[in-house]
């Protein structure tokens, strides 16, 4: 039985990739990038689960997906499980595959030899706070799209450009206990000015940053 560490399933994600996609985020990241805005994902060992129980929750969206992105934390610090979902993705569906790292692509080359056509498109990189934020699908500039397939040509290419208008989105999830969470890239300040707007309408603002604090 393959173990797995998943912080969220998700679906539709409308923002990270082409048309209407299954978002994965891996739960664990040991690269901390100083101003990562998905810091309740860092912590490895925790929301363990079975591959089996992931594919068994993806099935009922497999009808209607365009893609699937695997983001996180970080998917590759568990390369077996991730390579054992990918292969499971590519048996059950003919839909494309964004993976997000954020390792340089010359670090994963044993990786990605092992997952050999299983990933379409690949952005790598870690996150850099000061660089600029103008490449679409991507948080900072210096990060890296890598389409490694037909299908990631056909389907990636495209965002090999800087962000237009339409790019500026979010998707909002809410889970049962009523927390919402936002998945998209979000521009610099974005995050302050959705605090500050939120803050004037007297909502109580707790960020998953805040969350993970608290934890320690
Ligand atoms: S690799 Fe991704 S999840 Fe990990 S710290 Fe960097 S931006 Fe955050």
Redesign the pocket.
């Known amino acids: 039985m393959t173990s797995i560490g998943i912080s969220r399933l998700h679906f539709p994600v409308t923002t990270l990739g082409p048309g209407r996609r299954i978002g994965i985020w891996f739960q664990g990241?040991s690269?901390?990038?100083k101003g990562?805005?998905?810091l309740d994902?860092?912590a490895s060992g925790r929301k363990m689960t079975t591959l089996r129980s992931v594919t068994g929750l993806l099935e009922r969206w497999l009808p209607e997906t365009d893609g699937f992105t695997i983001s996180?934390?970080?998917p590759f610090d568990q390369p077996f499980a991730l390579a054992a979902l990918l292969r499971e993705i590519r048996s059950k569906s003919d839909a494309d595959v964004l993976v997000?790292?954020?390792h340089s692509f010359e670090a994963l080359t044993s990786h990605l030899a092992e997952m050999d056509r299983l990933i379409d498109a690949l952005i790598t990189d870690?996150?850099e706070i000061d660089d600029d934020r103008d490449v679409a699908l991507r948080?900072s500039g210096n990060q890296r799209l890598h389409c490694l397939t037909p299908l990631g040509v056909e389907r990636f290419a495209q965002f090999e450009r800087t962000v237009a208008s339409d790019d500026k989105a979010f998707d909002l999830m809410m889970d049962d206990s009523g927390t919402i969470w936002l998945a998209g890239i979000p521009g610099r300040n974005d995050f302050k000015r959705l605090r500050e707007f939120l803050e004037s309408q007297h909502h109580t603002i707790v960020t998953t940053e805040d969350r993970l604090s608290e934890t320690r």
């Open positions: 990241c690269i901390r990038c990562c805005i998905s994902t860092w996180g934390g970080e997000y790292s954020g870690p996150f948080g």
